[in-house]
């Protein structure tokens, strides 16, 4: 397993720095984004420091997918949002500023209640 020492994602992994995990498996970590651009934003990574979709390997692309439809149904089943879009960002250019792969799983609830 790839580590990078600078890594806030690695430190994540090794379990060096707390978050709040919604699912865990020997390949893959998915945990609530810090930063919650909505309620329920969560963001699940490889275990291997990969930076980019670039360098992103077959197999972890494969064993990172897989589990996409199992996190999906739970953020739909906890926050119960109107929509959800999956993101991810590669290069400075196109807002990414962890350079550990990442997919973005942000929940949309529509205006009613203040989140877009
Ligand atoms: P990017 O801009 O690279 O696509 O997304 C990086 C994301 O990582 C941001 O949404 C940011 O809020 C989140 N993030 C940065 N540092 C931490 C951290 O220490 N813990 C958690 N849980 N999320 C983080
Ligand atoms: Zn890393």
Do not use: W
């Not at 109107?82 to 529509?110: C, D, K, M, T």
């Amino acid at each position: 397993m790839k580590r990078d020492e600078n890594c806030i994602f690695c430190k994540i992994v090794a379990g060096d720095i707390p978050a709040s995990i919604v699912y865990e498996d020997g390949n893959v970590i998915a945990f609530a984004d810090i930063g919650q651009v909505t309620k329920g934003h969560t963001l699940l990574i490889p275990k291997d420091h990969q930076p980019n979709v670039y360098e992103l390997q077959e197999d972890t692309a494969s064993q990172l997918f897989r589990v996409v439809p199992n996190i999906a149904n739970a953020i739909k089943k906890e926050f119960n949002p109107a929509g959800l879009n999956l993101v991810n960002n590669n290069g400075e250019a196109a807002s990414q500023s962890v350079f550990h792969y990442h997919l973005h799983f942000i929940p949309r609830y529509g205006t009613e209640d203040g989140f877009q």
